[in-house]
Nanobody, 127 residues
Framework: QVQLVESGGGLAQAGGSLRLSCAAS????????MGWFRQAPGKEREFVAA?????????????YYADSVKGRFTVSMDNAKNTVYLQMNSLKPEDTAVYYC???????????????WGQGTQVTVSS
């Protein structure tokens, strides 16, 4: 069982930055793939970024990004803190959404594939 709690959302101006955190419970945290998704009003939940788990060392993890955030967002994992981060730079108004972290045994771009979800955190980017 994995429990996830996001934090770090808020209001930012276009061009600004925010860092989201997702704290996870569970002794096998490092073996899980962690994904970030977002959902804007009236839209479906979409993939943002993901990082694969590693049974041995975080340095072996791979990262994945949606084209819309590539080069602006960075996902990272701190196994010592059981926390995954999403650093968001050069924010745009279209990044406004509720952001969710999710965990599963392997990386997927599809929300339905993830078994565990956080409660979500609102990110609002003003122009």
């Amino acid at each position: 069982q994995v429990q996830l709690v996001e934090s770090g959302g808020g209001l930012a101006q276009a061009g600004g930055s925010l860092r989201l955190s997702c704290a996870a419970s569970g002794r096998t945290f490092r073996t899980y793939a962690m994904g970030w998704f977002r959902q804007a009003p009236g839209k479906e939940r979409e993939f943002v970024a993901a990082i694969s788990g590693s049974a041995y060392t975080w340095s072996a993890s791979r990262t994945y990004y949606a084209d819309s955030v590539k080069g602006r967002f960075t996902v990272s994992m701190d196994n010592a803190k059981n926390t995954v981060y999403l650093q968001m730079n050069s924010l745009k108004p279209e990044d406004t959404a509720v952001y969710y972290c999710a965990a599963d045994q392997s990386v997927s771009y599809t929300p339905d594939e993830y078994d565990y979800w956080g409660q979500g955190t609102q990110v609002t980017v003003s122009s």
